[in-house]
């Protein structure tokens, strides 16, 4: 069962063995980039550090899972991401087991996470018919029995022309008739993308309309898609099958 943790970017997944809360695309120490070109912007790890307590002391979780992108810098480590990576992950894991799944921007995190915090395959870890990655890399090709994938990776906004909303994060929900990744398999395949849990990013502009998708998994499926809901952190439906072009 899948439950979207509103207002929040995060949701969580409950099955027999436990219950996770999902969130992706932290990008600690983004605003370094920014305060090197002089424009200050306050550290937002502290504040996602509170929310993510928050949701734990709420929902109880099993597990944290974190769909990629804990940094910003993409080979490198930055000096903030050096401070800020291991003591958010350390706190955070003071409190509930962190399983993350590596996301394009993590090149050498192993070297900021704490050894209690687990790295996985950035192919993506399945939990029953559910797979979870952070959606910049294929799929693992030995998954079977897979209905539902959960990325991250694209920063979802709202991009309709002249709309108050535009700009704003949004979840997407996709489902497509026929199962491009797993060819013989003929179950509807749900893709749901989360929004980044560092919400100060599309503030900053970092998240725009691409017009080439980034993700394999939607370039593969999108011919199929013959479903779409898109809806704000706060639950209301804005979007259908409709937006998918001005959105994905």
């Known amino acids: 069962m899948i439950k979207i943790l509103y207002p929040e970017p995060a949701l969580i997944l409950n099955n027999e063995n436990g ?18 070109q002089g424009v200050s912007i306050q550290s937002s790890t502290e504040k996602m ?3 993510l307590v928050k949701l734990i002391e709420q ?3 099993d597990k944290v899972i974190v769909l990629g992108d804990v940094k910003d810098s993409i080979s490198s480590i930055t000096k903030s991401e050096r401070i800020q990576v291991p003591r958010f992950f ?11 799944v590596p996301g394009n921007h993590d090149g050498n995190i192993r070297y900021l996470l704490p050894e209690n915090v687990k790295l996985v395959d950035s192919r993506g870890i399945k939990i029953d018919s559910t797979v979870l990655l952070h959606g910049h890399t294929n ?8 209905n539902r994938i959960i990325i991250g990776h694209l920063h979802p906004i709202y991009n309709q022309k002249d709309s108050p ?17 797993f060819g013989n398999q003929k179950e509807d395949l749900e893709i749901i993308t989360v929004p980044s849990f560092n919400k100060e990013l599309t503030a900053s502009g970092f998240s725009v309309h ?12 999108r011919k199929d898609i013959n479903e779409a809901l898109f809806l704000t952190l706060g639950g209301d439906i804005i979007g259908d099958i409709n937006s998918l072009s001005e959105i994905i």
């Open 59 to 61: 929902e109880k979780p």
């Open 139 to 146: 799929i693992n090709e030995t998954f079977e029995g897979v």
């Open 210 to 221: 691409k017009k080439k998708n980034i993700c394999p998994i939607i370039r593969k499926t």
């Open 165 to 181: 909303l535009s700009g704003y994060q949004i979840w997407s929900i996709l489902k497509a008739k026929t199962n491009a990744l």
């Open 19 to 36: 219950n996770y809360i999902v969130i992706s695309d932290l990008h600690i120490g983004f605003e370094e980039r920014f305060n090197k």
């Open 90 to 100: 350390r706190e955070i894991s003071k409190l509930v087991d962190i399983t993350v």
């Open 49 to 51: 550090q509170e929310v």
